[in-house]
């Protein structure tokens, strides 16, 4: 069995930026509140070996995206955006803390004026074999 899934909380830019940083916390915030965990790609291989599996192994795969990439700010602005409601809901944040319409933009001269690179997700996983 080879499960995949994503470690939000490993998510950064480097050096640190105030926005992004604040961003992220919205969505592990949003994550938290729906109960569902942010890092959960950290415990796939502790949950297949819970699940009775052998020879359980895990991995974890990380890019990093150059300042100047607008990969970087258009991930991050497209899970704030479609997590913005339960963001909103919950009180983690207002629609005028957000500004989704400029989110993007600002995400980008952030870390281009500071160099940053960005960090996504973790894509981890973990694979086992039955007895």
Not at 15 to 35: K, N, R
Not at 81 to 92: E, M, W, Y
Not at 97 to 104: A, N
């Amino acid at each position: 069995l080879l499960a995949l899934d994503f470690d939000v909380r490993a998510s950064r830019a480097e050096p640190a930026v105030p926005l992004v940083t604040e961003a992220l916390g919205w969505v592990d915030a949003a994550f938290c509140h729906a109960g569902a965990s942010p890092a959960i790609g950290t415990r796939l291989a502790l949950l297949l070996a819970e699940a009775g599996l052998v020879d359980v192994q895990g991995f974890g795969v990380q890019g990093y995206i150059a300042p100047g990439d607008p990969r970087g700010p258009a991930l991050l602005c497209g899970v704030v955006r479609t997590l913005a409601p339960q963001i909103v809901a919950a009180g983690i944040a207002t629609p005028e803390q957000i500004g989704i319409d400029t989110l993007e933009a600002r995400i980008a001269d952030a870390v281009q004026s500071s160099g940053a690179v960005v960090l996504p997700p973790v894509l981890a996983g973990a694979w086992g074999r039955k007895r």
